[in-house]
C-alpha cells in the first residue's frame, strides 16, 4: 500500500498515485514523505525508478535485516530501524523500518504495521506545518522519536510483570513461576540486544561529520539518543531482575528442598531408634516363641511374667542409653 504526502506552499496534499513523483522531487520546491506499507513488486520498483537508491539498499528493503544500521550514500541516507511489539499473546516482536532520508524526502518502508508510522501520519495530517512542514530531518525524527518512546511502555509492563511474580514466588512457592521468570529474562535480554545497536546507530547521527543532518537538527537527534541510554540501562535492570528473581526461585527451593531433607531424615531417625529398641524384644520374644520341649523356662511358673520384665527392662535401659547419647 502507498501513502504519499506532498508538502508545498503551506499546504498537505496526501495521495495514493505517485505518477508525477519524480518531477515534484527535481522541483525541489516540495517535501514528500512516501511510506510503503506491505508493498508489492511495482511498489517497491519506484525505489529504483523514481528515487535512484542503491541495489543494496533495496535489497535490505525486500529481506530482513536483524540488526539496525545506517549506510551514508553521498545523497542520502538509509536506515534499518526496529519497532518493538507486544502482541496480544504477551511475545515480543520486532517489525523491521527501513528509512530513506534525502534532501527534500523520506521514504518510509515497513512489510509489517508500525505504531510510529500511523502516529507520525495523523500527526502530519492534524499539523502538517510542525511536522513535514519543518523538513525532511524534522519529519525523519518525528518518526524515529514514536519509534523509541514506544519502547517505554513494553519495560513498564515488564517491570510490572517481574514484581507480581516475585509477590507470587515469595507468598506461594509455585513450579510455574519458574518459566515466567525465565520469559521476563528472555524478553529483557532481546530488548537489550536490539536498543544496543539502535542507540549506536542514532549516535552516528549526531557525529559532527553526518552531513546530512544540520546541526540544528543534530540536537533532536541527540535527545533520541539519550532516551535509547535510558531506555537500555531500563532493559539491563529489568533483566538483572529477572536473574535475581531466579536466584531467589533457586535459594528457595533449595532451603525447601533442605527442608524437607532434614524432616525426611529426622523421621528415618526416629524409625531406627523404634527398630532398635524393639530388637532385643524380638530376639528374646523369638527365642521363647520356638516352644522346644526341653526348655527349662517353659515349665517355670513366674517364666512368663519374668520374661515381660526382663523385656521392659531391656526397653528402658536401651531408652535411657539413648537419650544420653542424645540420639534423639
Not at 507486544?86 to 532520508?101: A, C, M, P, Q, W
Not at 511536522?131 to 525523519?140: E, N, V
Not at 537500555?232 to 531482575?241: L, T, V, W
Not at 530376639?283 to 512368663?304: A, C, H, Q
Request: aromatic share 10%; with cysteine; hydrophobic share 40%.
Amino acid at each position: 500500500m502507498v501513502t504519499l504526502f506532498v508538502y508545498n506552499d503551506k499546504k498537505l496534499k496526501e495521495t495514493t498515485d505517485i505518477s508525477g513523483l519524480g518531477k515534484m522531487l527535481h522541483s525541489g520546491e516540495v517535501s514528500v514523505w512516501l511510506d510503503l506499507d506491505k508493498p508489492s513488486g511495482e511498489e517497491i520498483f519506484v525505489l529504483d525508478k523514481v528515487f535512484n537508491f542503491h541495489p543494496l539498499a533495496i535489497e535490505d528493503c525486500l529481506s530482513d535485516v536483524e540488526s539496525p544500521k545506517i549506510d551514508d550514500f553521498d545523497s542520502y541516507l538509509f536506515m534499518v530501524l526496529h519497532a518493538i511489539d507486544y502482541g496480544v499473546k504477551n511475545e515480543i516482536s520486532t517489525e523491521e523500518l527501513d528509512l530513506f532520508l534525502g534532501k527534500n524526502f523520506v521514504v518510509t518502508v515497513h512489510k509489517q504495521e508500525v505504531f510510529s508510522i500511523n502516529s507520525t501520519k495523523e500527526r502530519c495530517r492534524k499539523n502538517p506545518e510542525k511536522t513535514i512542514g519543518m523538513g525532511p530531518q524534522k519529519l525523519c525524527h518525528t518518526i524515529i522519536d514514536a519509534l523509541v518512546d514506544n519502547y517505554l511502555p513494553l519495560l513498564e509492563k515488564l517491570d510490572d510483570k517481574m514484581e507480581r511474580l516475585e509477590d507470587e514466588m515469595l507468598e506461594n512457592h509455585d513450579e510455574d513461576v519458574l518459566p515466567k521468570i525465565m520469559d521476563v529474562k528472555k524478553d529483557a535480554t532481546y530488548l537489550r540486544r536490539v536498543m544496543g545497536p539502535q542507540r549506536d546507530t542514532m549516535n552516528m547521527l549526531t557525529k559532527p561529520d553526518m552531513v546530512h543532518i544540520s546541526k540544528y537538527n543534530k540536537i533532536y537527534f541527540r535527545d533520541i539518543y539519550d532516551h535509547l541510554v535510558r531506555i537500555y540501562a531500563m532493559a539491563e535492570g529489568s533483566r538483572d531482575m529477572a536473574a535475581s528473581a531466579l536466584d531467589l526461585y533457586l535459594s528457595i527451593a533449595s532451603n525447601r528442598m533442605a527442608e524437607a531433607s532434614n524432616k525426611m531424615n529426622q523421621v528415618m531417625k526416629t524409625l531406627a531408634v523404634v527398630a532398635t529398641l524393639m530388637m532385643p524384644l524380638t530376639l528374646i520374644s523369638g527365642i521363647y516363641g520356638m516352644n522346644f520341649k526341653d526348655m527349662p523356662e517353659l515349665t517355670w511358673k513366674y517364666g512368663y511374667f519374668a520374661t515381660l520384665g526382663l523385656m521392659v527392662t531391656i526397653f528402658v535401659g536401651m531408652l535411657i542409653m539413648m537419650k544420653k547419647r542424645k540420639w534423639f
